[in-house]
Protein backbone atom coordinates (compact mmCIF):
# COMPACT_ATOMS: atom_id res chain seq x y z
CA UNK A 1 0.00 0.00 0.00
CA UNK A 2 1.03 3.26 -0.45
CA UNK A 3 1.83 6.18 1.77
CA UNK A 4 -0.51 8.82 2.38
CA UNK A 5 1.39 12.32 2.92
CA UNK A 6 0.11 15.26 1.93
CA UNK A 7 2.92 16.93 -0.45
CA UNK A 8 1.74 20.51 -1.39
CA UNK A 9 0.82 21.53 -5.13
CA UNK A 10 0.91 17.84 -5.65
CA UNK A 11 -2.18 16.47 -4.95
CA UNK A 12 -4.40 18.21 -7.58
CA UNK A 13 -5.92 16.65 -10.29
CA UNK A 14 -3.57 16.38 -13.40
CA UNK A 15 -4.81 19.82 -15.43
CA UNK A 16 -2.53 18.65 -18.56
CA UNK A 17 -4.43 15.73 -19.60
CA UNK A 18 -7.21 15.84 -21.89
CA UNK A 19 -10.77 15.41 -20.36
CA UNK A 20 -11.21 12.39 -23.24
CA UNK A 21 -10.67 8.89 -22.63
CA UNK A 22 -7.57 7.55 -23.19
CA UNK A 23 -6.83 3.80 -24.32
CA UNK A 24 -5.57 2.33 -21.62
CA UNK A 25 -3.11 -0.48 -22.22
CA UNK A 26 -3.81 -4.36 -21.43
CA UNK A 27 -1.23 -3.61 -18.34
CA UNK A 28 -3.10 -0.75 -16.86
CA UNK A 29 -6.68 -2.95 -17.69
CA UNK A 30 -5.08 -5.30 -15.51
CA UNK A 31 -3.85 -3.48 -12.86
CA UNK A 32 -7.28 -1.75 -12.41
CA UNK A 33 -8.92 -5.35 -12.58
CA UNK A 34 -6.81 -6.82 -10.20
CA UNK A 35 -6.35 -3.75 -7.66
CA UNK A 36 -8.72 -3.64 -4.43
CA UNK A 37 -10.79 -0.49 -4.35
CA UNK A 38 -8.80 1.61 -1.85
CA UNK A 39 -5.66 0.60 -3.89
CA UNK A 40 -6.66 1.39 -7.24
CA UNK A 41 -8.07 4.82 -6.13
CA UNK A 42 -4.18 5.60 -4.58
CA UNK A 43 -2.31 4.24 -7.91
CA UNK A 44 -4.36 7.04 -8.95
CA UNK A 45 -5.77 9.60 -7.56
CA UNK A 46 -2.13 10.41 -4.93
CA UNK A 47 0.18 12.61 -6.40
CA UNK A 48 3.17 9.82 -6.45
CA UNK A 49 0.51 6.94 -7.55
CA UNK A 50 1.83 4.00 -9.88
CA UNK A 51 -1.03 4.80 -12.41
CA UNK A 52 -1.49 8.57 -12.04
CA UNK A 53 -2.34 10.15 -15.12
CA UNK A 54 -3.92 7.58 -16.91
CA UNK A 55 -7.37 9.28 -16.85
CA UNK A 56 -7.93 12.58 -17.67
CA UNK A 57 -8.66 15.56 -15.75
CA UNK A 58 -12.49 15.69 -16.03
CA UNK A 59 -12.15 12.15 -14.36
CA UNK A 60 -9.43 12.80 -12.04
CA UNK A 61 -11.80 15.87 -10.69
CA UNK A 62 -14.67 13.72 -10.74
CA UNK A 63 -13.28 10.55 -8.40
CA UNK A 64 -11.74 13.03 -6.29
CA UNK A 65 -15.21 14.85 -5.57
CA UNK A 66 -16.88 11.53 -4.98
CA UNK A 67 -14.62 10.61 -2.07
CA UNK A 68 -15.86 11.90 1.36
CA UNK A 69 -13.41 12.41 3.94
CA UNK A 70 -14.24 16.23 4.25
CA UNK A 71 -17.96 15.27 3.54
CA UNK A 72 -19.41 16.21 0.30
CA UNK A 73 -17.35 18.43 -1.12
CA UNK A 74 -17.51 20.60 -4.70
CA UNK A 75 -14.41 20.44 -7.12
CA UNK A 76 -14.38 24.32 -6.24
CA UNK A 77 -14.05 23.67 -2.44
CA UNK A 78 -11.72 21.35 -2.74
CA UNK A 79 -9.10 23.37 -5.08
CA UNK A 80 -9.80 25.84 -2.42
CA UNK A 81 -8.03 22.90 -0.27
CA UNK A 82 -4.91 22.50 -2.86
CA UNK A 83 -6.67 18.94 -3.68
CA UNK A 84 -6.07 17.72 -0.11
CA UNK A 85 -5.07 14.25 -0.40
CA UNK A 86 -7.02 13.65 3.45
CA UNK A 87 -9.78 13.90 1.22
CA UNK A 88 -9.76 10.96 -0.63
CA UNK A 89 -7.73 8.83 2.99
CA UNK A 90 -10.16 9.34 5.14
CA UNK A 91 -13.13 8.45 2.67
CA UNK A 92 -15.51 6.31 3.97
CA UNK A 93 -15.35 2.65 2.09
CA UNK A 94 -18.88 3.57 0.84
CA UNK A 95 -17.34 6.68 -0.92
CA UNK A 96 -14.12 4.86 -2.09
CA UNK A 97 -16.25 1.71 -3.70
CA UNK A 98 -18.37 4.29 -5.60
CA UNK A 99 -15.43 5.98 -7.26
CA UNK A 100 -13.63 2.47 -7.59
CA UNK A 101 -16.83 1.29 -9.57
CA UNK A 102 -16.51 4.61 -11.60
CA UNK A 103 -12.86 4.45 -12.71
CA UNK A 104 -13.69 0.32 -13.51
CA UNK A 105 -16.60 1.16 -15.57
CA UNK A 106 -14.80 3.88 -17.60
CA UNK A 107 -11.70 1.49 -18.54
CA UNK A 108 -14.25 -1.35 -19.41
CA UNK A 109 -16.13 1.21 -21.86
CA UNK A 110 -12.64 2.01 -23.49
CA UNK A 111 -12.56 -1.82 -23.94
CA UNK A 112 -15.51 -2.25 -25.39
CA UNK A 113 -15.01 0.56 -27.54
CA UNK A 114 -11.36 0.04 -28.82
CA UNK A 115 -12.81 -3.38 -29.84
CA UNK A 116 -16.00 -1.66 -31.65
CA UNK A 117 -13.43 0.67 -33.56
CA UNK A 118 -11.09 -2.34 -34.33
CA UNK A 119 -14.61 -4.51 -35.83
CA UNK A 120 -15.37 -0.91 -37.83
CA UNK A 121 -12.15 -0.94 -39.79
CA UNK A 122 -11.68 -4.82 -39.95
CA UNK A 123 -15.30 -4.19 -42.11
CA UNK A 124 -14.03 -1.43 -43.75
CA UNK A 125 -10.78 -2.64 -44.95
Request: proline share 2%.
Amino acid sequence: MMTHGNTPNHNRPDTGKEATMARFSDSVRSAVASLSDWDLLAAVLHWNGSLRGIVGSELDTHLFVMCDGFGKRTAAELADMDWDWSHVRDSSDEAIARAASMLRAVVRADAVTASFIGKVHEVAA
